[in-house]
């Protein structure tokens, strides 16, 4: 924990750092996807399908985890739409010697053909949040955007299924527990290094939510690149999918979050 601090108040001044990449994470149907399609309206900034590369915990170079990277359908699939073959990719993972090396490899492919006018990368994989620690560490001066939402909104979406289905209550709670205590220990850890915002702010005000975003990643902002871009906020909590002793269960199971994150009201008692 102290090396990481230290790392963090020096990688403020260094300017290597002013184009180091940064990582959107945080629970998954939280307003991700937005935040990355509307950052790859910035002529600087590029950003490729999720790579979930930091997700597993599987030691780099097993047979596990390079067994899993190469096969999953999901991101052979986002490889695809990336325009990097799977024959690129497998000599991408044999000559890289750590994910992070992975990464660079794959991103300046990616840029090559995607945006060769980008001069910074980012990922958005939610489930990189897994990985926050490990991406710290092996990308040092990495940053992290970390967008929160409602946890009621976040379970319905789950239990809708659109883009993922959480059937179970505490394991769709879970997912947005876990990424919010995660994110809480690197802000300890790093509070230079991780930036957050609420979903809804961002649907409110995306202008001063953008701002201030690009304020912390260092890079300009200019309105006419963000022009075509419009807000559709979402609420999935009325949707009538979840009953309300459920929605209960919900805000008592996240009460932690919820108050730290201004979603409840300070009279309320904290689960233990």
């Known amino acids: 924990?102290?090396?990481?601090?230290?790392?963090?108040?020096?990688?403020?001044?260094?300017?290597?750092s002013r184009n180091a990449p940064f990582f959107i994470v945080g629970c998954v149907r939280s307003g991700t996807t937005m935040l990355r399609d509307v950052l790859r309206r910035h002529p600087h900034l590029a950003a490729p399908e999720e790579t979930h590369l930091f997700r597993w915990t599987e030691p780099f170079g097993t047979e596990a985890y390079m067994r899993g990277v190469k096969s999953n359908p999901v991101l052979k699939r986002h490889r695809e739409m990336d325009g990097v073959t799977e024959e690129e990719f497998a000599a991408?993972?044999?000559?890289?010697?750590?994910?992070?090396?992975?990464?660079?490899?794959y991103m300046k492919l990616f840029i090559e053909r995607r945006?060769?006018?980008?001069?910074?990368?980012?990922?958005?994989?939610?489930?990189?949040?897994y990985g926050a620690a490990m991406i710290a560490a092996s990308m040092p001066h990495s940053r992290f955007v970390h967008i929160v939402r409602d946890p009621v909104n976040v379970v319905a979406s789950l239990r809708i299924g659109k883009v993922m289905k959480i059937e179970r209550l505490t394991g769709a709670v879970n997912y947005w527990r876990e990424a919010i205590d995660i994110m809480a220990t690197m802000r300890r850890a790093t509070p230079r290094r991780v930036h957050e915002l609420r979903y809804e702010d961002f649907m409110r005000d995306p202008e001063t939510e953008l701002r201030r975003l690009l304020e912390f990643l260092g890079e300009p902002y200019d309105a006419a690149w963000?022009?075509?871009?419009?807000?559709?906020?979402?609420?999935?909590?009325?949707?009538?999918?979840?009953?309300?002793?459920?929605?209960?269960?919900?805000e008592r199971l996240a009460i932690v979050g919820r108050r730290r994150y201004g979603y409840a009201p300070p009279e309320m008692e904290e689960d233990d």
């Open 92 to 105: 991408m993972l044999t000559a890289s010697h750590s994910r992070a090396d992975l990464y660079f490899r």
């Open 1 to 16: 924990m102290k090396a990481l601090k230290s790392q963090d108040k020096a990688d403020k001044a260094r300017p290597e």
């Open 115 to 129: 945006k060769p006018s980008a001069t910074r990368w980012f990922d958005k994989t939610p489930q990189n949040v």
């Open 226 to 250: 963000f022009q075509d871009f419009r807000v559709n906020e979402s609420n999935h909590a009325e949707s009538g999918v979840l009953k309300p002793e459920e929605i209960a269960t919900i």
